[in-house]
């Protein structure tokens, strides 16, 4: 095992691939998050408690690592009050130590595009409280950089699919009633193209990040196989996958405007509907081509994912 030391901070979706991953290579990993627990962490990967609200503590916890991934974040209906602190004590802290520091990111800084590719050079015009959360943080990270305070590469990646990512709109609304043999739950125009992301495929790019410091202070989209999917292809791919006839429904604006009268979550999800109401392509070729990275195969990546969800049965 290598002797460097990989933090990864938050143990979600995208924290979990990045510290299997880590594991993988072999790499001294330790996650933290605010309980200490990470359940089905694999063998040798450290697991303690820590405050990334609290720049001190994150510079406690991080005073030996060579690369930190920043991977945790606060409830979705958290985000505007609590997520740009959270990001600003975990710059400040890695910064007093001279790791780097290598965020994962969604998508929503660019705002509506109008069915324009997403690509790295476009301007961040959001329009949504949460796309100028975003907009703002990537910001804040990418100035530090530049001013030498930290050194930092952001990985963006799409709505993404695959062990643990059940809150995704590629999750457990599609994938839990497909195995049941009912209708897969969808979001807006399932017809329009709508890329996905494979959350190991993210978790892998973070580490290719860490990796290469031509990476560095530069924003990249991580890579997505068959970027043009709808939805509903990809819906059909998992029924096909359960050799099962396809069957799906899905939710408009004006269903999730009213479930979002009772259901918080729901209601954030509201401002960003115009990524399922528009083409929403990625385009990861910049990444691609620098670092010689490709995609899952998706319907390798559909097959992992049907099996993590047989295994862990809703509750």
């Known amino acids: 095992m290598s002797n460097e030391l990989h933090i990864v901070f938050g143990a979600g979706p995208l924290g979990r691939s990045v510290v299997n991953e880590l594991a993988k290579q072999g790499k001294r990993t330790r996650v933290i998050t605010r309980s200490g627990k990470m359940p089905d962490a694999p063998a040798k990967v450290e697991v303690i408690s820590g405050d990334a609200y609290d720049s001190n503590n994150v510079r406690e916890l991080t005073k030996e690592a060579s690369v930190v991934y920043q ?14 602190p959270l990001q600003k004590a975990i710059i400040e802290g890695v910064a007093a130590n001279r790791a780097k520091l290598i965020i994962g990111e969604n998508l929503y800084m660019y705002g509506d595009t109008d069915g324009a590719p997403l690509i790295e050079t476009l301007p961040y015009a959001a329009h949504t409280r949460k796309g100028k959360v975003r907009a703002q943080m990537a910001e804040a990270a990418l100035a530090a950089h530049q001013s030498g305070k930290v050194r930092v590469a952001i990985a963006r990646g799409s709505d993404f699919f695959g062990s643990y990512a059940t809150g995704s709109a590629f999750g457990e609304r599609l994938f839990y009633p497909a195995i049941a ?30 990796e290469r410091d031509e990476a560095l202070g530069q924003a990249w989209h991580v890579p997505n196989d068959q970027p043009q999917i709808t939805q509903r292809q990809f819906a059909n791919m998992v029924f096909e996958e359960l050799k099962l006839a396809p069957k799906v429904s899905s939710m408009s604006r004006l269903m999730i405007m009213i479930g979002g009268l009772f259901i918080p979550d729901a209601r954030e999800v509201v401002e960003m509907m115009y990524e399922f109401e528009r083409p929403f392509v990625v385009d990861s070729s910049k990444f691609e081509k620098a ?19 047989k295994a862990n049965p809703p509750r």
């Open 181 to 210: 043999g009912k209708a897969a739950s969808l979001t807006g125009n399932a017809d329009l193209p709508h890329t996905a992301t494979f959350i190991d495929d993210f978790g892998k790019a973070l580490v290719i990040l860490g």
């Open 291 to 309: 670092f010689g990275m490709k995609p899952t195969p998706i319907r390798e990546a559909i097959r992992q994912t049907v099996a993590w969800y």
């Open 71 to 84: 991977c945790a974040q606060p409830g979705y209906t958290q985000w505007v009050e609590n997520f740009p």
